[in-house]
C-alpha cells in the first residue's frame, strides 16, 4: 500500500498530459514536448512511477541524454524520488562503460585502446600527409566533417557522394576531403587509439556479433528512454536498435522545432517517423509552457509557425503559463558596435537593478560574434563567461583550486564549515570573497572560483535525505573531503556550477538553458539566416534556431540587429525570421491602429515597423516593398482587370481634384490593391501607404471596385452624392 502511495505522489501537481505522458502503458512512447513544458519532470515521473507501483524495477531503466548535465540532474531527481539506481548517462557515457566492461571478453586480454579527447591533432597529420597546410580551424573543420560522416554510418570510400547527397558545404574539395579521413583513419589505427564514434560502433559491435555479451545487455537494460530523440544520428539509432534487441519498451522524448544540430548528422526522422516505425504507439503532446511568460510564448509560436518541411508536421502551439510580462523588444542599431554598446549598458542596467548577472544571456549565431560583446562588456564592467570556450573543469583556475582545496584537508580542522573551510583553501590561490575585479578575464576567473564557493554552500545545506525511501536518514555534516569527491565526480561528468556572470553563447550552445533575461543579438540576413543555408531545408533549420533562442528567454528578451557591420558599411537588410514588432517594444497592431503619439512619433513609429513578405516570410525593408506586401523577385497574384479599374479611378479623381495622381495612391499601393484585393475596411489598413485619413475619403470606393463596380458607377454615384 505503501509503494502505491509513494507513486501516487509522484502524479501529484502534474498537468493532464504530463500525467497521461507518466501513466502510459509499457510499449512505444513519444512525448512530443515543447519548450519549458517540463518534460524533465514528466520523464522523471514516469520511471519513478512505474517502479514504485512495482511495473518495473529502477535497476533495469537506461536513459539517455545529450549531456552529462541532464544525465546528473535526472539522476538527481530520482533519487530525491526514492528511485535510486536508474542508469542516466550519454549515448558515449553508456557505450564507454559498456565496452570497457566486456573489453576483456571482446578484445581476448589485450589492452583497451585509448579513447581521443580531440581529433584535431590528427586530422592535422592526415591532412599533411595527403598535401594540405591547416591551421588549427581548418583542422577544426575537416574534423567536423569526419565527424559528420562517421556518426552518418558514412565510411571514407563513400564520403564524396554522401557529402553531394546532403549538399554539405565542406571546407575542401569532397575528394580530398576523403582523403584527409582514410589517412585519418589509418593514423589513428598505427598510434592505436579510438575516437568517440569508433567507441560507439564498438558497442554496436560487441552486441551483434557476441550473443553472450547481447545477453548480458539486454537482461540488464530492459525499459528504455531517450530524451533530445529529435537530435539522435544514425549511428546512435543504431546503438539504441541494438540494445533493445527487438523489443519495445522504449519513451522518446522530443521537440521536432528545435532540431537544430543536422550539421552534426543529428535528423529528427527517428521522431517525425516514430509512430509509423512503432505501430500502436502512445503519442502525447505536451504544450503548457511553464518557463516564458504568454509574450515571449506568443513570439515563439509566431516565428515557428511560419515553419515549412518535415518537421513542421509535429510543429507544436505552445500554450503561456506564466503571469503576463513585458513585450518583446526589437532594437536596430547603425552598426556592430553600437549594437554591442547598448546591450552592454541594459546587462548593466538590469543588473543595477537586481537581476542576477548569471540570469542575463547574450545569444549569437556565431562564435566569431562573441569577441564585439566581450570588450562592450568589459568597458561596461559587466561579468560575463562565454559558453562553450572551455570547459569549467579544465579551466587554469578551476584545476589550481581543486588542488589547493585536496592540500587543505591536511591543513584544515575536519570541524570547520565547509563553506569556510573552502574560502581558506582559495586563499592559496589569490582569491578572496570581498574584492571582485571590476570585469573582463580577471572578473571571469574570480567568478569561476566563486561559484566553487557557492557549490559549497550549497552542498553543505543538503542533507543527503531520500524522502520517500524505506529508510530515510539524515547523514553527518559533509566535510572538505567530502565536497573534493564531489567535485570530482563532477568533474568526471562535467556536471559544471553556475557561475555569476552574464552568459555569451551560440544559438547552438544555449539549447536546453534558460534565463530570465535573453539578448537575440545580430539578426541580420547573412547572420541569421546564415549566408550558407542555400537551402529550404537548411533556411528552416536557421529558422528554427530563433525559435530555440527566443524560448529561451523567461520573462525578457531583447531582439536587435545593426544596419551595417561597421560603421559607414554596406547597409544590411534585417532577418526575415523577425516577426512584426516596434521600436517601443510592443508587437504591431494590425491594420496600423496604434495611432497614439505625436505625429513625428507616429512617423517614427511607422518607419520603425518590421513587415514582412506574405510570400516567403522576409522582412521588407524598401517602401515599394512594404506597400506591396512581398519582396519584388516572389510571385505575384496581381488582378490586371482590377488593377486596370483602379488606375482609371484614381485618374478621374485625380482630375476631378486637380492634384498628381500619386497623391491618390501610389502606383505600389495600387499594385498591392490589385494583389490583395481587401475585402474588409481593417484588410485595406493593412496595407502600407493606406492609413485613416485615406481611408476615409477612397475606402468605400476602393472595397466597390474590388468588390466588382465599375468605374462608372463610382464615379457617377459620387456626383449624384455631391448634386443638389
Known amino acids: 500500500m505503501a509503494v502505491h502511495s509513494a507513486g501516487e505522489r509522484v502524479l501529484t501537481g502534474l498537468d493532464p498530459e504530463q500525467r ?33 507501483t512495482g511495473e518495473i524495477a529502477a535497476r533495469h531503466v ?29 549515448f558515449h557515457a553508456a557505450a564507454l562503460r559498456q565496452v570497457r566492461y566486456f573489453a576483456p571478453r571482446l578484445l581476448a586480454g589485450r589492452a583497451m ?62 575528394a ?24 560507439l560502433r564498438a558497442a554496436v559491435w560487441g552486441i551483434e556479433e557476441h550473443p553472450d555479451v547481447a545477453e548480458q545487455v539486454r537482461g540488464q537494460y530492459r525499459h528504455f528512454v531517450v530524451d533530445e530523440y529529435q537530435d539522435v544520428n544514425p549511428l546512435q539509432q543504431r546503438l539504441l536498435e541494438v540494445w533493445l534487441g527487438g523489443r519495445d519498451d522504449l519513451t522518446v522524448v522530443g521537440d521536432a522545432s528545435q532540431t537544430i544540430y543536422s550539421f552534426t548528422g543529428a535528423t529528427s526522422s ?67 558596435p553600437a549594437e554591442a554598446g547598448a546591450v552592454a549598458a541594459r546587462c548593466r542596467s538590469l543588473i543595477d537593478a537586481g537581476i542576477p548577472a548569471r540570469e542575463i544571456a547574450v545569444l549569437f549565431r556565431t562564435n566569431a560574434q562573441s569577441e564585439a560583446y566581450e570588450k562592450a562588456l568589459t568597458e561596461a564592467e559587466v561579468p560575463y563567461l562565454v559558453q562553450g570556450a572551455e570547459r569549467f573543469f579544465e579551466r587554469t583556475e578551476v584545476r589550481q583550486a581543486m588542488v589547493a582545496l585536496r592540500a587543505a584537508t591536511r591543513s584544515i580542522p575536519g570541524q570547520t564549515p565547509l563553506p569556510t573551510a573552502v574560502v581558506e583553501a582559495l586563499s592559496a ?34 542533507p543527503a535525505v531520500v524522502p520517500l525511501g524505506p529508510a530515510a536518514s539524515v547523514q553527518p555534516p559533509v566535510t572538505l573531503a567530502d565536497f573534493n569527491d564531489e567535485l570530482q565526480r563532477r568533474a568526471s561528468q562535467q556536471h559544471v556550477p553556475t557561475v555569476d ?46 525559435y530555440v533562442g527566443i524560448t529561451r528567454a523567461r520573462q525578457g528578451l531583447w531582439l536587435s540587429y545593426a544596419s551595417a557591420r561597421s560603421p559607414g558599411g554596406r547597409p544590411r537588410r534585417p532577418s526575415r525570421f523577425l516577426p512584426q514588432l516596434d521600436r517601443s517594444g510592443g508587437t504591431e497592431r494590425a491594420g496600423g491602429a496604434e495611432r497614439a503619439g505625436t505625429p513625428a512619433q507616429r512617423i517614427e513609429r511607422r518607419r520603425a515597423q518590421v513587415v514582412v513578405c506574405r510570400i516567403c516570410g522576409a522582412t521588407l525593408v524598401a517602401g515599394p516593398d512594404r506597400k506591396l506586401g512581398r519582396c519584388p523577385t516572389c510571385p505575384s497574384d496581381l488582378d490586371p482587370e482590377l ?79 455631391n448634386s443638389p
Open 176 to 199: 580530398k576531403v576523403a582523403e584527409v579521413f582514410t589517412a585519418y583513419e589509418q593514423i589513428k589505427r598505427s598510434n592505436g587509439v579510438i575516437d568517440f564514434e569508433d567507441m
Open 113 to 174: 585502446p585509448e579513447l581521443l579527447d580531440s581529433k584535431v591533432r590528427l586530422v592535422t597529420l592526415a591532412a599533411a600527409r595527403v598535401g594540405l597546410r591547416t591551421d588549427r580551424a581548418a583542422a577544426r573543420d575537416l574534423a567536423g566533417e569526419i565527424e559528420w560522416a562517421k556518426s552518418s554510418l558514412v565510411e571514407p570510400g563513400e564520403y564524396a557522394v554522401a557529402a553531394a547527397k546532403a549538399l554539405r558545404d565542406t571546407p575542401h574539395d569532397p
Open 20 to 52: 497521461a505522458a507518466v501513466t502510459a502503458p509499457a510499449g512505444p512512447v513519444c512525448v512530443l514536448a515543447g519548450a519549458g513544458t517540463g518534460k524533465t519532470r514528466a520523464v522523471t515521473a514516469r520511471i519513478a512511477h512505474r517502479s514504485l
Open 429 to 462: 590561490v589569490g582569491w578572496t570573497p570581498d574584492t571582485p575585479p571590476a570585469g573582463g578575464a580577471a572578473r571571469e576567473r574570480w567568478e569561476a572560483l566563486a561559484a566553487l564557493v557557492q557549490l559549497a554552500e550549497e552542498y553543505a545545506a543538503t
Open 501 to 546: 556572470g552574464v552568459t555569451l553563447a551560440s544559438l547552438h550552445a544555449a539549447k536546453g538553458l534558460e534565463w530570465d533575461a535573453v539578448f537575440l543579438v545580430g539578426l541580420a540576413e547573412g547572420t541569421l539566416p546564415i549566408t550558407y543555408a542555400r537551402t529550404a531545408e537548411q533556411v528552416e533549420e536557421e529558422r528554427r534556431l530563433l
Open 62 to 90: 537506461l536513459a539517455v541524454t545529450f549531456t552529462a548535465r541532464a544525465a546528473a540532474e535526472m539522476r538527481s531527481r530520482l533519487a530525491l524520488i526514492g528511485v535510486p539506481g536508474v542508469q542516466a548517462r550519454t
Open 270 to 336: 527517428y521522431l517525425v517517423d516514430f509512430a509509423r516505425r512503432h505501430r500502436g504507439a502512445t503519442v502525447v503532446r505536451l504544450v503548457r509552457d511553464y518557463r516564458s511568460t504568454p509574450q515571449v510564448v506568443g513570439l515563439a509560436n509566431a516565428v515557428i509557425s511560419r515553419a515549412r518541411g518535415t518537421e513542421a508536421r509535429l510543429r507544436l502551439e505552445l500554450v503561456g503559463q506564466r503571469p503576463t510580462g513585458p513585450e518583446p523588444e526589437l532594437r536596430i542599431f547603425t552598426d556592430e
Open 643 to 721: 488593377h486596370d479599374r483602379l488606375r482609371d479611378w484614381r485618374q478621374r479623381v485625380a482630375g476631378a481634384q486637380r492634384v498628381p495622381a500619386y497623391v491618390i495612391f501610389t502606383d505600389a499601393t495600387l499594385v498591392a490593391l490589385a494583389e490583395r484585393r481587401p475585402g474588409r475596411t481593417e484588410e485595406l489598413l493593412a496595407i502600407a501607404g493606406i492609413g485613416a485619413r485615406k481611408l476615409g475619403l477612397y475606402g468605400a470606393a476602393v472595397l466597390a471596385l474590388v468588390g466588382g463596380a465599375s468605374v462608372d458607377e463610382i464615379c457617377s454615384e459620387k456626383t449624384s452624392k
